[in-house]
C-alpha cells in the first residue's frame, strides 16, 4: 500500500514553503514519526514526519522547489521495509551485505545531523553521504559541510574575474522576508533615534553578589536582560505610547507587556515574544529567554512564540557593538538597543571615576512618540538601572 507524504497545514500568514533539506533518499528504510524533510519558511522551519513505516519509494519535490500546504512530496510504500527483509536475508552476498550496511551508515549518519549541520547543508547544496564526519562518533560538523563545499563547490554561482573572485548565493527564505520588513519599516515610518548611557555598577554589583545562589535556587543564570526587561516594563507603564502601535487611523493602547527579545541565529534574526512581562518574575525571564534562545538556535521556534510584542529589546553588545541605531520591528513603535559594557571616565560628586558604562538607544515612531516622551522614556530606564531599588519600589 502506498501513502503520500503531504505539506502539513502552513501557519497563518504564511503563503508557501521551500523544500530545504531531505533526510532520506528514495529507496531508504523509513519509521513513523521519523523527520523526512525539513521546509524552510519565511518565518520558521517545519518538519515532515513519516505517516507510517515503510520505504521511501519516490520524492516528488526536490531541493529548493516551493510548496504548498497539502502538497504531495513523496510517496511511501507502507509495510515494505519489513516484507522486504525476508528474501534479503534469503539471499546474503557479500556485495549486497556490503550495500545494506552503507544505506545504515548513510541514514545513522543523517539521523545524528545537528539543525545547523543540515541547515549547512541544505544551503550549499551538499549531499552528507559524500561527507566524512569527523565530530564524536565520525558525526558531521558545519565545519565538515564547509569543508566540502571548498573542495567541491555548491549549487552557487561563482565568477571569477583574475584575483577578484565573487559568489552568488541565493536568498533563503527568512533572510528575503527580513530584508522586505525592513524596507518597509523604512518607508512606511517616521523612525528617529535617541540616545543615553548608563553606569551599571549597581546592576553589576547585584548581579555578582547573588548569581552563585540564584542560579542554584532557580537552575537559570542571572543576566543582564531580565533587569532591562524589569526596567522596560516600569517604564512603558509611564509612558503608554511607546507600548502603543498604529492601525490605520487609530492608535491602539495595549493594556499589557509582550517584549520581543531579538535573538541571533544562523538563519537570521528572530525575536520570540514572552507574554505579560509585568506578571513574571526575573528568574521566570531568564529560564524563558535561555528556552527561547536554545529553540531560535535549533530551529524549534513556533510561529505562536514570534507572534505579536508590544515592544523589543536588542542587544548588540555580545557581539562588541559600542553604539547603533535599531530599526522597529514593526508593527511596534519602539525599540530599546543595549550595548556592550565598557569602562569608561565619569564625573561623579566633581571627582573623575571608571564606572562600567553602556550606551542605550531607543528608535521610535514619530507619528505616535512624541520626543519629550521618548527622551523621558529612555531617562525613566536610565534611573531605574542606575539605582535597581526602584524598580521594588516602582518609583
Request: net charge neutral.
Amino acid at each position: 500500500m502506498t501513502i503520500e507524504v503531504k505539506v502539513p497545514m502552513l501557519p497563518e500568514s504564511v503563503a508557501d514553503a521551500i523544500v530545504a533539506t531531505w533526510h532520506k533518499k528514495a529507496g531508504d528504510a523509513v519509521s513513523r514519526d521519523e523527520n523526512l524533510v525539513d521546509l524552510e519558511t519565511d518565518k520558521i522551519m517545519l518538519e515532515v514526519p513519516a505517516p507510517a513505516d515503510g520505504i521511501l519509494k519516490e520524492i516528488l519535490k526536490p531541493t529548493g522547489e516551493t510548496v504548498q500546504a497539502n502538497q504531495i512530496v513523496a510517496v511511501i510504500e507502507a509495510g515494505a521495509a519489513k516484507s522486504a527483509s525476508a528474501p534479503a536475508a534469503a539471499k546474503t552476498s557479500a556485495p549486497a551485505a556490503t550495500a545494506s550496511t552503507t544505506a545504515t551508515a548513510t541514514a545513522t549518519k543523517t539521523d545524528a545531523l545537528s539543525p545547523s549541520v543540515r541547515r549547512a547543508a541544505a544551503e550549499h547544496n551538499v549531499d552528507v553521504a559524500q561527507v566524512k564526519g569527523t565530530g564524536k562518533d565520525g558525526r558531521i560538523t558545519k565545519e565538515n559541510i564547509l569543508s566540502s563545499v571548498e573542495k567541491h563547490g555548491t549549487t552557487s554561482t561563482v565568477t571569477t574575474t583574475g584575483a577578484r573572485p565573487e559568489k552568488r548565493v541565493p536568498m533563503t527564505r527568512i533572510r528575503a522576508r527580513i530584508a522586505e520588513r525592513l524596507l518597509e519599516v523604512s518607508q512606511t515610518t517616521a523612525m528617529l533615534t535617541t540616545f543615553n548611557e548608563i553606569n551599571l555598577q549597581h546592576v553589576i554589583d547585584i548581579r555578582n553578589r547573588y548569581k552563585e545562589k540564584f542560579e542554584k535556587m532557580h537552575n537559570a543564570r542571572l543576566g543582564f536582560m531580565s533587569f532591562f526587561i524589569k526596567a522596560a516594563v516600569e517604564a512603558l507603564k509611564r509612558f503608554p505610547a511607546v507600548n502603543a502601535s498604529i492601525d490605520g487611523n487609530d492608535i491602539v493602547y495595549h493594556g499589557y507587556f509582550d517584549i520581543g527579545v531579538a535573538v541571533s541565529t544562523e538563519r537570521g534574526l528572530v525575536v520570540p515574544v514572552l507574554r505579560n512581562t509585568d506578571q513574571m518574575s526575573m528568574a521566570e525571564i531568564e529560564i524563558t529567554i535561555a528556552d527561547y534562545a536554545n529553540k531560535a538556535r535549533t530551529g524549534k521556534l513556533t510561529l505562536e512564540e514570534m507572534q505579536g510584542g508590544t515592544f523589543t529589546i536588542t542587544n548588540g553588545g555580545v557581539f562588541g557593538s559600542l553604539l547603533s541605531t535599531p530599526i522597529l520591528n514593526s508593527p511596534q513603535s519602539a525599540i530599546l538597543g543595549m550595548h556592550k559594557i565598557d569602562q569608561r571616565p565619569v564625573v561623579e560628586n566633581g571627582q573623575i571615576v571608571i564606572r562600567p558604562m553602556m550606551y542605550v538607544a531607543m528608535s521610535y515612531d514619530h507619528r505616535i512618540i512624541d520626543g519629550k516622551d521618548s527622551v523621558s522614556f529612555l531617562v525613566a530606564i536610565k534611573e531605574l538601572l542606575e539605582d535597581p531599588a526602584r524598580l521594588l519600589l516602582e518609583v
